[in-house]
């Protein structure tokens, strides 16, 4: 039995976008966080915890849009028309935070102001759009004939935009745990002290998006509450509970790298419970993968590019990261 390029390429894309939401989360996050810290010394210390490796980042991100052009050709073009407008404010956000990166630390103290409201408001923006589309695409896209036939503005919805909040919650709770591992002293007794309400309201923006998805589409709650499915999904919704129980306990011991491992989990949760609810499907409600597809010539030929970049990013974040590894402290970092 051959291989299956079609659901080769799905792990890939997957694991691209799930890279992206884990690296990049967390430096969102930063920024999200970063209007109860307004402080000089606090700020220059949580920006330099994710300065010198932020841009490597956003490699995921391209990893993930290309494999998606390459394997999917009709997914990309549909997704792309449907979340024209969002996309694109995510977008104008990841500019602004990623200019802020560079532009703050040669700023005067008179315009530093500038740069921090352009990080606060790159973040935040880019993390809501990032939502927004994704509660979009969870609510289906209309599609005739191989075109998307839907409107410019038709992930305005309540759902929508409750996914946006809930991914600021997801990311602020990303970069509040990376900087209980990255600082320490007086700034990290904060952060741990933000984290302990940060995790609950987590835990029910989750709840909330597992109650309301199902509710909202039939495939959905069937494929979830239908036996045996419901035997065998039944550990998601329950490591989630145990995740969170677990991550309140070490908040109250001298955390570490304990809690972001934790909240690493709940995000790896929450997005295998969004493929449960969407495999095989690429394009919501009903054209899956093999539909969506593009030729096995185009597939094979961009998969020999693939299978040969990922070890180099891989092996390039895990060395960056490890370079930069350890506490950081006031007047130490990117300059």
């Keep these: 039995m051959g291989i299956d390029l079609t659901v080769l390429w799905a792990v890939i894309i997957l694991f691209g976008i799930l890279m992206y939401?884990?690296?990049?989360?967390?430096?969102?996050?930063?920024g999200i966080l970063y209007p109860f810290f307004p402080a000089d010394e606090d700020r220059d210390v949580m920006m330099n915890t994710v300065a010198p490796v932020w841009d490597g980042n956003e490699t995921w991100l391209v990893l993930g849009g290309a494999g998606l052009l390459a394997a999917f050709p009709l997914a990309y073009a549909v997704i792309l028309s449907a979340f024209m407008l969002p996309l694109i404010f995510m977008l104008l956000g990841l500019i602004f935070r990623g200019v802020a990166f560079e532009f703050r630390f040669k700023a005067t103290a008179g315009r530093k102001h500038f740069w921090d409201k352009a990080f606060i408001g790159g973040s935040v923006v880019a993390t809501f759009f990032q939502g927004v589309t994704l509660g979009a695409?969870?609510?289906?896209?209309?599609?005739?004939?191989?075109?998307?036939?839907g409107g410019p503005f038709d992930w305005l919805r309540p759902f929508p935009v409750f996914t946006g909040i809930a991914l600021l919650v997801a990311y602020g709770m990303l970069g509040c745990t990376w900087l209980i591992m990255k600082t320490e002293?007086?700034?990290?007794?904060?952060?741990?002290?933000?984290?302990?309400?940060?995790?609950?309201?987590?835990?029910?923006?989750?709840?909330i998006v597992s109650i309301w998805t199902p509710i909202a589409h039939d495939e959905i709650r069937m494929r979830w509450f239908?036996?045996?499915?419901?035997?065998?999904?039944?550990?998601?919704p329950a490591l989630v509970l145990a995740s969170t129980w677990f991550l309140l306990r070490a908040l109250?011991?001298?955390p570490h790298a304990v809690p972001f491992v934790l909240t690493l989990c709940l995000i790896f949760l929450g997005y295998?419970?969004?493929?449960?609810?969407?495999?095989?499907n690429i394009i919501p409600p009903d054209i899956d993968l093999w539909e969506a597809a593009g030729p096995p010539q185009s597939q094979g030929f961009a998969l020999v590019g693939a299978l040969?970049?990922?070890?180099?990013?891989?092996?390039?974040?895990a060395w960056s990261y490890y370079v930069f590894r350890g506490k950081v402290r006031s007047g130490e970092g990117y300059h």
Excluded: C, H, K
Aim: glycine share 8%; no cysteine.
């Design 21 to 30: 939401v884990v690296m990049d989360g967390f430096d969102l996050g930063i």
């Design 137 to 149: 695409y969870l609510e289906g896209i209309q599609v005739v004939g191989r075109q998307f036939v």
């Design 185 to 207: 002293a007086r700034l990290q007794q904060r952060m741990i002290a933000l984290a302990r309400p940060l995790a609950l309201v987590l835990l029910g923006v989750i709840v």
């Design 226 to 236: 239908s036996t045996p499915n419901l035997y065998w999904f039944m550990p998601v």
């Design 252 to 254: 109250d011991a001298q």
């Design 272 to 280: 295998t419970g969004l493929g449960i609810s969407l495999w095989p």
């Design 308 to 317: 040969f970049i990922i070890p180099f990013i891989l092996v390039y974040t």
